[in-house]
């Protein structure tokens, strides 16, 4: 794999909301629903949506009441999710592996599995730095993040997709350290017939996260398995939803 940072085009990328424009929006309010129900947050708290793509759990934390930031490295989804902005909804481009903020909120979230593409476990213990930096004493972080277990058990290895006029053919493998996803775009507004896009998630288990977070002053309270909060299965689970506080 080259070096090159794949996130910063292919989330800036116009096939990038193309192909992912399906997910379901009821799914991620009805997570945030029992999420919120669990934590019961007091109100107006304060909370930073870490890689907040347009902004769609921002906006469901906001109009829950809550005062939200929302920060992503790609400036494309920052200027739509600008669009939505409030006195209580703010977005701004911004690297996570870079300081934002010190002791300021009550909740930082990083949904959707979110994480995991940098290069180095340097580059991500600098993001987890950032959101420990960014939390007042007692404050909260909870990362959705994928069950490397389960995917590697029930991993598809290559399906193609065809939304209008454009074909996404989509190819997936896996090493030791890392899940992949090559995207393989053909459009015919093009005159190139070929657009390629690899994607690179590293397998953090259960056990990873709690080091990382251990060493950044945060220690593991709960984690769940499923976007209803059920029980965690290193086998069963497809997810693995952290919730951690900071000492």
């Not at 990382?212 to 593991?220: E, I, K, L, N």
């Amino acid at each position: 794999m080259p070096d090159k940072a794949w996130f910063k085009d292919w989330f800036n990328s116009h096939y990038y909301h193309l192909l992912y424009q399906h997910r379901d929006d009821r799914e991620a309010l009805a997570f945030i629903d029992t999420l919120i129900g669990y934590l019961k947050p007091k109100a107006g708290a304060l909370m930073l949506d870490v890689a907040c793509g347009k902004g769609r759990h921002s906006k469901a934390l906001a109009e829950m009441g809550f005062d939200v930031t929302g920060i992503d490295l790609s400036a494309a989804s920052i200027a739509a999710a600008k669009e939505d902005e409030t006195d209580k909804l703010y977005f701004y481009q911004h690297d996570m592996r870079l300081p934002f903020r010190v002791n300021y909120y009550d909740y930082a979230f990083n949904f959707f599995t979110s994480f995991g593409y940098f290069r180095t476990r340097r580059e991500h213990d600098n993001a987890i730095r950032t959101i420990a930096q960014s939390l007042q004493h007692e404050g909260y972080f909870i990362i959705d993040y994928l069950n490397v277990h389960y995917a590697e058990d029930n991993l598809e290895k290559s399906f193609t997709s065809q939304i209008g006029d454009v074909t996404f053919h989509i190819t997936k493998w896996q090493d030791e350290e890392h899940f992949f996803k090559q995207i393989q775009v053909t459009d015919p507004a093009h005159k190139s017939p070929q657009h390629l896009f690899t994607e690179r998630v590293a397998k953090f288990s259960l056990g990873d996260f709690t080091d990382m977070m251990a060493y950044q002053g945060m220690q593991v309270q709960e984690v769940f398995g499923d976007y209803q909060l059920g029980r965690y299965d290193v086998r069963r689970s497809p997810r693995m939803i952290i919730i951690a506080r900071k000492n």
